[in-house]
């Protein structure tokens, strides 16, 4: 296996633009082949790919420099890290780095009350509505940690270490974020109801942060969401992740889906289970094994949540005089080179604001198989969605160079909004109604049970494999693209006495993508993302390269399998 070493890079291609054209031997290849508006290179992947890119892109920085200064901190256990964040928001910490495994669940941290007073930007999170079924989650607890009054911070780790039993959330007021090379886990418990409803727990909150980049990370699974963005967070891009887990029969023994569904098994063979109501005794009793359930709870439902509420379509000033800034029109996010295995949708669903993603490889074929293959699972499982994009509230979302395995609704949605209010309570459903929400798909493919397409979902007048969860209005958007919406008027509008007719907007067909981005070709996405997306996997940095933000040109060698 042949190593290069790299310094001093420079991009080897010439940028394109829109009209930029990909020749494919398939016959039912794209008429359009890139987003519109946009300037992008396609090229071999090298070391140029570790740059940050995307949204995030423009207000990150480089904290190289602080390698062997005061500012630099090494954390190794849960009360170093507390320590650690609260000395950054003081302005005194601006490096994270994580050299050992940290659990950070409340009781596990076992805070007295001085220390509670002292961190109290940690919390108990709330029990689920139906009891603990994960007993690692029983003797941890969870925690949610609030990261706040911070400009300008990077957690990473050189190792790939892994933090535990916490939800992170970055806060309104922290801004230049930058988590690295690091696994989150056990956040997850079986949900006998089968609804996913039972616990908010995710692995990161950003809670109106701006400028945050979250690189080359693993995540399992998790109650709730993965990375959720609410309440106005901007300029976010999640790049070089692995999110979610291979359905295996045969799952360690130290993880959350083998603690967990032996617990449910001990409940079931003890006659604890309720049988008209628990889902795991509704599989057992038919026929299903309790290996076959741990294949089958490897999936996560609710990946990126981007505008947690309808309600949050404009900035407010508070009673105080605060000007609160939590419109969804402000949600700017870009999903780059990351890995996503047996998730079941939100990927991502945007209410108001903008998305960018590319180069991704979604793959839910081994929990579809597993769906496929057990009656009793199939009958009562209802872990079966297989969703991508979701643009609501006049949300913008375009895709690019993606690969979508065993996933049957790549588009979910409705062109206008008025066509899809279902989940929407007044006066929300008819302010909105009159919204279009762009969406596309470009240069990618899809495989399931339907068959096999490379293309765009413009083509074919929308009508294509890309395009069956989505509802046309009067397909207004074909051929048309806006990279976001601007409700008229929502200046002078109050978040507490919403207007009581539905929202004019306005959309900017001129308007251009802000930053460059780059590809690999479609038929290399595969490949590429299997072997360089997670933690440490053929990028061996030293520590001041971890803390970069851009190796075009290099003063250190990074070095990365050719």
């Not at 394109?16 to 794209?30: C, L, Q, R």
């Not at 601006?94 to 941290?109: A, C, H, M, P, S």
């Amino acid at each position: 296996m042949m190593k290069k070493v790299l310094s001093s890079l420079v991009i080897g291609s010439l940028l394109v633009t829109s009209s930029y054209i990909i020749t494919s031997s398939k016959a039912e290849a794209a008429v359009i082949t890139s987003i519109p508006n946009t300037t992008k290179v396609e090229k071999r992947y090298d070391s140029s790919f570790l740059s940050v890119t995307g949204y995030a892109s423009l207000g990150v920085n480089d904290r190289s420099s602080y390698v062997g200064t005061s500012y630099y901190r090494t954390v190794s256990n849960g009360r170093e890290f507390l320590q650690a964040v609260l000395d950054a928001s003081n302005g005194t910490v601006k490096v994270i780095e994580v050299t050992d495994n940290i659990n950070l669940g409340w009781t596990e941290l076992a805070l007295d009350s001085t220390e509670r007073s002292k961190y109290s930007f940690v919390t108990n999170y709330p029990k689920p509505s139906n009891g603990f079924t994960n007993p690692l989650l029983i003797a941890s607890g969870v925690s949610k940690l609030n990261i706040s009054n911070v400009d300008g911070l990077t957690i990473f780790s050189k190792s790939g270490k892994t933090i535990k039993h916490a939800e992170i959330k970055l806060q309104g007021s922290a801004n230049d974020i930058v988590i690295r090379n690091l696994r989150f886990d056990e956040m997850w418990q079986w949900d006998d109801s089968g609804k996913h409803k039972e616990v908010g727990w995710s692995f990161i909150k950003v809670n109106g942060a701006n400028n945050v980049w979250i690189d080359h990370c693993k995540f399992s699974i998790a109650a709730d969401g993965m990375i959720d963005m609410e309440n106005g967070a901007s300029n976010v891009t999640l790049s070089w992740n692995e999110f979610g887990l291979e359905a295996t029969e045969n799952p360690d023994e130290s993880s959350s889906i083998y603690q967990s569904i032996e617990y449910m098994e001990q409940q079931y063979a003890a006659g604890a289970l309720d049988p008209s109501t628990s889902v795991y005794y509704k599989m057992r009793n038919e026929g299903a094994t309790k290996k076959q359930i741990m294949a089958y709870a490897a999936y996560h439902s609710k990946v990126h949540l981007v505008g947690s509420g309808d309600k949050d379509y404009t900035n407010y000033v508070s009673p105080a005089g605060v000007e609160v800034k939590d419109g969804n029109q402000r949600l700017r996010l870009t999903m780059a080179y990351n890995r996503y295995t047996n998730v079941g949708q939100r990927l991502p669903m945007i209410r108001q604001g903008t998305g960018h993603i590319f180069n991704n490889y979604f793959d839910n074929s081994s929990h579809q198989s597993v769906l496929d293959s057990v009656y009793a699972i199939s009958k009562y499982g209802g872990d079966t969605l297989a969703r991508g994009v979701n643009s609501r509230n006049g949300a913008s979302i375009a895709a690019d160079t993606n690969v979508y395995n065993a996933f049957n609704e790549p588009l979910i949605g409705a062109e206008r909004q008025g066509d899809d209010t279902g989940n929407m309570s007044a006066p929300f459903n008819e302010l909105f109604k009159d919204a279009l929400n762009h969406s596309l798909i470009v240069n990618s493919k899809v495989t399931n049970k339907s068959g096999s397409y490379i293309g765009s979902s413009w083509d074919n007048n929308g009508d294509n494999l890309f395009t069956k969860g989505i509802t046309w209005y009067d397909k207004s958007t074909i051929g048309k693209w806006a990279w976001s919406s601007h409700i008229v008027g929502v200046e002078n509008m109050s978040k507490s006495n919403p207007p009581s007719t539905p929202f004019t907007f306005t959309y900017d067909y001129d308007e251009q993508l802000p930053y460059a981005y780059k590809t690999v070709p479609l038929n290399s996405v595969v490949p590429t993302v299997a072997k360089y997306a997670g933690i440490s996997k053929k990028v061996k940095f030293s520590t001041a390269d971890w803390l970069k933000t851009n190796y075009m040109n290099a003063h250190s060698a990074v070095e990365v399998e050719d």
